[in-house]
T-cell receptor, first 115, second 114 residues
Framework: KAGVTQTPRYLIKTRGQQVTLSCSPISGHRSVSWYQQTPGQGLQFLFEYFSETQRNKGNFPGRFSGRQFSNSRSEMNVSTLELGDSALYLC??????????????FGPGTRLTVT | DQQVKQNSPSLSVQEGRISILNCDYTNSMFDYFLWYKKYPAEGPTFLISISSIKDKNEDGRFTVFLNKSAKHLSLHIVPSQPGDSAVYFCAASVLGGGADGLTFGKGTHLIIQP
């Protein structure tokens, strides 16, 4: 079974620009979560999508948004980029259904650098 | 306010000995705990998990212990091997989703010395 794939792997953007990151989950997984990893804050939860609906959201400003398509692929968008948005963005998929324990399987991440 | 804490940023252990990684949490609503391992330039890889109804879970060389009264969990690796050198993240979750997804600690860098 192919793992979680994320594109692009590396990205350099300028302050004020916007960026879109893509994630393809493991086949059959309907839940996709996004995380931001920075040296200072560690891994922080951004949001989770399940069946094209945002199910959970972390404590991030509205500049961070996402969506999920009918094939479970997900995109994450950051508008009006700030220097502090430089981070590794990780996508994770799971076969989680409501109320059950689950493990998340992570992709390799997209390294975003904002200059 | 960090709800999941890994107080040791790094840990050095000799090959063949036991590695013990510790994690503390503050949110009593957490009822499912996981350990992930991360190599550079790769995403975290799931290792082992435990629900709050148990106090121990074993999988090969890896054992996770949960002490609910102390809000503490630990990961034991026996015996430690060179390939175990990586960053280990402790994570916690609330059954039924909760608003926060998985809450991670900041990680412990485990170094296995030959």
């Amino acid at each position: 079974k192919a793992g979680v794939t994320q594109t692009p792997r590396y990205l350099i953007k300028t302050r004020g620009q916007q960026v879109t990151l893509s994630c393809s989950p493991i086949s059959g997984h309907r839940s996709v979560s996004w995380y931001q990893q920075t040296p200072g804050q560690g891994l922080q939860f951004l949001f989770e999508y399940f069946s094209e609906t945002q199910r959970n959201k972390g404590n991030f400003p509205g500049r961070f948004s996402g969506r999920q398509f009918s094939n479970s692929r997900s995109e994450m968008n950051v508008s009006t980029l700030e220097l502090g948005d430089s981070a590794l963005y990780l996508c994770a998929s799971s076969n989680r259904t409501s109320g059950l324990y689950y493990e998340q399987y992570f992709g390799p991440g997209t390294r975003l650098t904002v200059t | 306010d960090q709800q999941v804490k890994q107080n040791s940023p790094s840990l050095s252990v000799q090959e063949g000995r036991i590695s013990i990684l510790n994690c503390d949490y503050t949110n009593s609503m957490f009822d499912y705990f996981l350990w992930y391992k991360k190599y550079p330039a790769e995403g975290p890889t799931f290792l082992i998990s435990i629900s709050s109804i148990k106090d121990k879970n074993e999988d090969g060389r890896f054992t996770v212990f949960l002490n609910k009264s102390a809000k503490h969990l630990s990961l034991h690796i026996v015996p430690s091997q060179p390939g175990d050198s990586a960053v280990y993240f402790c994570a916690a979750s609330v059954l039924g989703g909760g608003a926060d997804g998985l809450t991670f600690g900041k990680g412990t860098h485990l170094i296995i010395q030959p």
